[in-house]
């Protein structure tokens, strides 16, 4: 496999590396300079920390290893050429708050204000598709799969739920509590206003306001034309990752929230790459506007029943319940939630639940690898 090789960084780069890697490394010893080979290139340059354990001779981090042969992520790693500005909050701001809105505009929807990517138009010939992201992340990762998708023939829409991304974040007490009830009301409601009115494709993904895109399937079955489920835990087997546990614990929790670069960590923690700093500008902005993204997710977060959720999920799509045609598509490298999840889903009703395994993706395959995401998706929409 080859590797896409970086020139070595000046040494203030390099030691600002856990500015934007998922897992910074922590040093606190003597530092010292391996070297990394690659099978075709030269020596490069790992920065790792001095040890007296037997394991002396090991690199502790090496912050070329996220380099692959992926042409989505080719290019991950960043290393700022000012590392001071990494630390502003005001320049960073002024720097990405343009950003991030791609085929997006504002759509007002009972009280509230919904983000909603849209493309392609109504008179696509190959009907709508409905894409709904998960927590704590947002429509964005949608912008490729939905620009290929409308080129393919598809009318796309990706909203962003309330709450996340660039929607309305209302403080809870105040007309939106973040139950699931009130979100399945506002996205019935969202569909009035973009007009769709026949039934769709729907693509879900991700933790949390996924998993109530498919409670809300459950209890619309005849709105959907077909479904595909991309990395979601579906079963009561499904793990919980530690972003959501933190989030129920009283004071860490509101701690956690806070945390500005949170959502491209988790979603960097679930995957085997290192985002642009493009992207991770763009799943950062939210979060460093203002609180109120982060305490929405907390919210949503106290309120969500995880197992039950995904117990409904398991036992409503299971054979006897749900017969209309879903796919899996899953991303074999996810980190959260395995493929065995994927697998045990499918054998609770073979004969609907067709799987597609994504290799080189991870918790978001609509990311990591959007070409093979939309491939799977354009075979099985087919009408």
Not at 167 to 189: L, M, N, R, V, W
Not at 190 to 197: A, D, F, K, P
Not at 218 to 242: D, E, F, M, Q, Y
Request: glycine share 8%; hydrophobic share 35%; proline share 8%.
């Amino acid at each position: 496999m080859a590797l896409s090789l970086l020139s070595p960084p000046p040494s203030s780069a390099l030691c600002s590396l856990s500015s934007t890697s998922s897992s910074p490394a922590q040093f606190t010893g003597p530092l010292r300079l391996w070297t990394s080979r690659s099978r075709t290139g030269p020596a490069l340059p790992v920065l790792t920390r001095a040890s007296s354990e037997k394991d002396d001779d090991k690199p502790a981090f090496n912050p070329f290893g996220f380099v692959t042969d992926n042409p989505s992520s080719r290019s991950a790693i960043q290393m700022p050429e000012s590392p001071a500005e990494d630390g502003n909050v005001g320049q960073m701001l002024y720097r990405i708050e343009d950003k991030g809105k791609e085929y997006g505009s504002y759509v007002k929807s009972g009280k509230f204000r919904w983000f909603v990517r849209e493309t392609g138009s109504p008179e696509s010939r190959r009907g709508t598709v409905i894409f709904l992201h998960g927590a704590p992340t947002q429509s964005y990762s949608y912008r490729v799969v939905m620009s290929q998708m409308s080129d393919a023939g598809f009318h796309c829409f990706a909203p962003d739920w309330i709450g996340f991304g660039f929607s309305d974040k209302p403080q809870p007490g105040y007309g939106f509590d973040y139950t699931e009830k009130e979100f399945h009301e506002e996205f019935e409601k969202l569909l009035e206003v973009l007009g769709v009115t026949s039934p769709f494709f729907l693509v879900v993904q991700g933790f949390l306001v996924g998993s109530y895109g498919l409670t809300w399937t459950l209890k619309n079955p005849s709105k959907i034309l077909k479904l595909a489920i991309l990395n979601t835990p579906l079963t009561v087997s499904s793990p919980i990752p530690g972003l959501f546990q933190q989030l129920r614990i009283p004071f860490l929790g509101e701690f956690t929230c806070q945390n500005a670069v949170m959502a491209e960590r988790f979603i960097e923690a679930g995957s085997a790459y290192v985002l642009k700093l493009e992207k991770a500008d763009v799943y950062r902005l939210p979060y460093l506007s203002s609180s109120g993204p982060g305490f929405a997710l907390l919210e949503a977060a106290k309120r969500a029943n995880f197992k039950e959720t995904a117990s409904q999920i398991s036992s409503g799509f299971a054979s006897g319940s749900w017969d209309k045609p879903i796919l899996v598509a899953w991303g074999i490298s996810d980190k959260y939630l395995p493929q065995s999840i994927a697998e045990e889903f499918q054998k609770g009703n073979p004969g609907s639940v067709e799987l597609k395994l994504i290799e080189g993706a991870g918790h978001m395959p609509q990311e990591d690898w959007p070409e093979k995401v939309v491939d799977a998706l354009k075979m099985f929409f087919r009408v």
